[in-house]
């Protein structure tokens, strides 16, 4: 069976995207990718795996006439894509990641036998909630990250198929020797955590996230402890914040997917927190507490669905209230009080999970 990828945006910046494209080229399908833009080592990687791909330098920065282009040229150059590469429309699988692709390529879709693989919930948006009814009915297969948001999609969308559960679990680790490498590289960024127990973030850094709340936490715990903070800066001034509450924090710059996995084997305990101020937050997927779980890092998580479920049933970390600054305090100093049993927890939720199983058993029904 031919798989062809589609996806709108760049690959590096898609952890879910990387390992699904990688376990299809495992699990042995003849696989390409048609992109926005692949970088040097992603390209590097495919020519290894014989992974074809197709870049569309579609990216648009500007205002909203700017991007409604970019999303027209992206969809003429899909189309003309597939037009040259589908050697048997019945034999292969058009595989769609995310709204805004599904947005990009409307309802033409159809006509190719296609999954669709959806992160978000997309309550709030009309335009993206249209787009996906036009092509959700016919695709063959539809794959999210998280079992709450399987079911809300079959009660929305009326579907006969509950949706399939593919958590953001990261299907490809850094070997040790590069992940070395890149702690080396940021060596004198990370000279002020030697010695110190890490609590790491990662992520999007922005004031929703609540990271002042775990810095004020690390302040009240004493010098032991030491945020640090790996991501592109959303939201201006939140690292100022954080360093005006506490001189123990260090921020990383946004670096692309695998390589800033190397922060989890210096980090002691994993954070990630999100409001629930909607349904998308409180059925969140993150693929944080899978990347903190595969490194063994406990996890520290607030009383939502998408966290509370999976961290405690395995014992993978404590769940704490953000807006108290001593339960998050507590809840670091429950995890050190009994470490070595919340570590074998988050590794066994990430060893609960088996994406390329999902996968193969999804695509031998169709």
């Known amino acids: 069976m031919q798989i062809i990828y589609i996806h709108k945006d760049r690959f590096a910046k898609r952890p879910p995207v990387i390992s699904a494209l990688l376990i299809l080229s495992d699990l042995g399908y003849e696989v390409t990718l048609i992109d926005e833009e692949v970088s040097d080592y992603w390209q590097g990687q495919f020519r290894e795996r014989q992974i074809a791909f197709v870049e569309t330098h579609t990216q648009a920065k500007g205002n909203a006439l700017v991007k409604l282009l970019s999303y027209y040229r992206f969809q003429k150059r899909v189309y003309m894509a ?16 995310g709204a805004q692709t599904i947005v990009a390529l409307g309802k033409r879709l159809n006509n190719f036998r296609h999954i669709l693989q959806i992160q978000e919930l997309h309550e709030k948006s009309t335009r993206q909630k249209k787009a996906i009814a036009r092509v959700i009915h016919t695709a063959e ?5 998280e079992y709450c948001r399987t079911l809300l999609y079959k009660v929305w969308y009326r579907l006969e198929k509950t949706p399939v559960p593919l958590p953001n679990k990261p299907y490809m680790l850094l070997e040790e020797t590069k992940s070395n490498e890149i702690l080396q590289r940021y060596e004198e960024q990370l000279a002020g955590i030697k010695g110190k127990h890490v609590i790491l973030y990662q992520g999007g850094i922005k004031r929703i996230r609540l990271l002042d709340r775990v ?5 009240e715990l004493g010098d032991n402890y030491h945020l640090l903070v790996v991501g592109a800066e959303q939201e201006q001034g939140v690292i100022a914040e954080l360093k005006a509450i506490t001189t123990e924090v260090t921020h990383i710059d946004f670096i692309p997917a695998p390589d800033y996995l190397a922060f989890c084997s210096i980090a002691h305990i994993g954070y990630v927190v999100y409001q629930p101020n909607s349904l998308n937050n409180i059925f969140c997927a993150p693929n944080k507490i899978f990347e903190y779980a595969a490194f063994g890092l406990p996890v520290i998580g607030n009383d939502i669905p998408g966290l509370k479920f999976p961290i405690e049933q395995n014992k993978a970390g404590v769940i704490v209230s953000p807006d108290d600054i001593e339960s998050i305090a507590e809840g670091i100093r429950q995890i050190e009080a009994d470490y070595a049993s919340y570590s074998e927890g988050a590794r066994n939720l990430f060893l609960s999970i088996d994406n390329k199983r999902t996968i193969q058993k999804t695509l031998e029904k169709l």
């Open 215 to 219: 810095a004020r936490a690390i302040k």
């Open 82 to 97: 597939l037009s040259r590469i589908v050697k048997s429309p019945s034999d292969t699988i058009v595989w769609v990641e």
């Open 141 to 145: 297969a539809v794959f999210m990250p």
